[in-house]
């Protein structure tokens, strides 16, 4: 019963939240709602619509609660008002007893309005169903940090009134990336951890692709949602390949492709198709690269031509610093570790990747394979002082000792 | 409560990046929208000055501030509209927002209840 209501959950709240405008109000009567099942279902059975159910039930309390607090009904009666002059939402889900409201949802918690801690957290929080405790967790901080958080930031979405909507098609372009940035970060936050002893938080990335998912339901024809999908989908696939019995890091050429998903990998590579039916975007492209990765049977064995020219499409986009590293990365393994030294010593905005832990890693790798030893442990030294987690530090140090190892058969 | 704060100044004192005729359009927009509560552009400011009262009662009268930072606070106008993403839309349209001026959205704080 507990993933019906987790499920329910995120549908039940936009539900609430269109029809009384407030978030908080929203909340209560969704978990009043959830109680009272939790109570009466055992003994009545589980209704046949379950979603519909709890939204009467809620619906209800809320009333009930409105008729208590009058200054409050007065104050939400006004939004409600506005709420009911935008037009119903598109699409009911033919699957669900509910219709489906949580894509105004989705644009009210990545507001650009709202810091951008806060809109990952409101995301988890109200879209993903995590409790408050399970969203500070995701993010290693303390529960009582998380919940001032969200406190704040649903007191500016109330105050600031941040509407409820799903923008129009004129501002859609400028507001979906904030959106898909949202989902992005939890997912990248999941893959390689920013610190800890694990280097994958892998229900923060299973959070993530489900979030990508349903967004991808409510907006099927946007291509860069497929796009995202498919990204978050095609790296999610190496999972289990990523560490190995131990937990330590495993790169690429290390990994056991068997373990790969398969099943997952192949769904992401159907949505690049989408992804890439019209103009390119930068997650179509991303994902288009990583879906190549996943056809290849090993390293040398990868399309790095194409990879390349993906690189470039995306350079064109987006010209950061961390694309030109991983085009620079790309190059050297199509051409050769020296033209890929040279790229990334020359990469514009260098000074930006000082800090950043993979620049240390690549430049460290491609020392090594040039024979230049010395500058290789330096290098390796660096990344080891950058990494987050303790399975990229083991990796880092295993790659040291051998290029220490190395210098000395050199000098003996 | 949109607050605009210009951005460089031309020598003339007008902010770069705009003139005159923007800010009429800009002002005729909102009286025809009748989103407008109040406005008022500030004069320049050689004509501020600043009072202080300390614990003790005393007064305290200084010319200025005089724009240490570039940012100004030049004018405001109060508008009625029914939530945020409307007046982002107002603010981005306000001549002031451009030229590297900013506008600042700010809610009227509500004690109604």
């Given at each position: 019963m507990e993933s019906v209501f987790r499920e329910e959950r995120g549908r039940l709240l936009a539900s609430l939240v269109r029809r009384f405008g407030d978030l908080d109000l929203a909340e209560e009567v969704a978990s009043e709602a959830v109680e009272t099942a939790l109570v009466r279902w055992p003994i009545d059975g589980v209704p046949s619509r379950p979603g519909a159910w709890l939204l009467t039930t809620a619906r209800r309390k809320a009333v009930d609660r409105l008729r208590r607090d009058r200054v409050y009904a007065a104050k939400l009666a006004v939004l409600q008002w506005e709420a009911d002059r935008e037009p119903p939402p598109p699409?009911?889900?033919?699957?669900?007893d509910l219709p489906d409201e949580r894509l105004q949802l989705f644009f009210t918690c990545a507001h650009p309005a709202l810091p951008a801690d806060a809109r990952g957290a409101l995301t988890l929080r109200y879209?993903?169903?995590?409790?408050t405790a399970e969203v500070a967790r995701a993010y290693l901080q303390p529960a009582a940090t998380v919940s001032r958080r969200l406190v704040r930031a649903k007191q500016k979405i109330r105050d600031a009134r941040i509407p409820f909507r799903v923008p129009g098609p004129d501002e859609l372009p400028g507001r979906l990336p904030g959106v898909l940035q949202v989902i992005y970060s939890l997912f990248t936050e999941g893959h390689t951890a920013s610190s800890g002893t694990h280097l994958q938080r892998r229900e923060l990335a299973d959070e993530a692709v489900r979030l990508a998912r349903i967004l991808h339901r409510l907006l099927p024809a946007e291509r860069e949602v497929a796009g995202l999908l498919g990204l978050l989908l095609s790296v999610h696939a190496r999972r289990d390949a990523r560490t190995g019995p131990d937990g330590e890091l495993l790169l690429l050429d290390e990994?056991?492709?068997?373990?790969?998903?398969g099943p997952m990998s192949e769904e992401g590579a159907a949505l690049v198709r989408t992804a890439l039916s019209g103009p390119p975007g930068p997650y179509g492209v991303q994902a288009a690269i990583a879906a190549l990765h996943n056809e290849a049977p090993d390293v040398p064995g990868t399309d790095w031509p194409q990879i390349v020219a993906l690189y470039d499409v995306l350079a064109a986009l987006d010209p950061s610093p961390v694309i030109g590293l991983n085009r620079a990365v790309a190059v050297a393994m199509r051409d050769a570790p020296q033209a890929g030294l040279e790229l990334l010593d020359g990469l514009p905005g260098r000074d930006r990747l000082r800090d950043y832990p993979p620049y240390a890693v690549a430049r460290a790798d491609l020392l090594q394979r040039l024979g230049r030893l010395t500058e290789a442990a330096a290098a390796y030294r660096r990344a080891l002082e950058l990494a987050g987690t303790d399975p990229e530090r083991a990796l880092l140090r295993r790659r040291l000792a051998s290029v220490i190892e190395s210098v000395r058969e050199g000098e003996g | 409560m949109l607050l605009i704060h210009a951005g460089a100044i031309e020598a003339d004192g007008t902010p770069e990046g705009c003139d005159v005729q923007d800010w009429m359009a800009f002002d005729k927009a909102v009286r025809d929208a009748g989103i407008l509560v109040s406005g008022e552009s500030l004069a320049d400011l050689v004509t501020a000055t600043t009072v202080r009262v300390a614990a003790d009662g005393e007064r305290t009268v200084v010319d200025g501030p005089f724009a240490e930072s570039r940012e100004v606070l030049g004018g405001f106008y109060v508008i009625d509209v029914p939530d945020l993403d409307t007046a982002l839309d107002w603010a981005a349209r306000c001549p002031g927002s451009r030229g590297g001026g900013a506008v600042v959205v700010r809610p009227v704080a509500d004690f109604g209840a």
């Open positions: 699409g009911p889900d033919p699957g669900a879209l993903a169903g995590l409790t990994q056991d492709r068997t373990r790969w998903d | -």
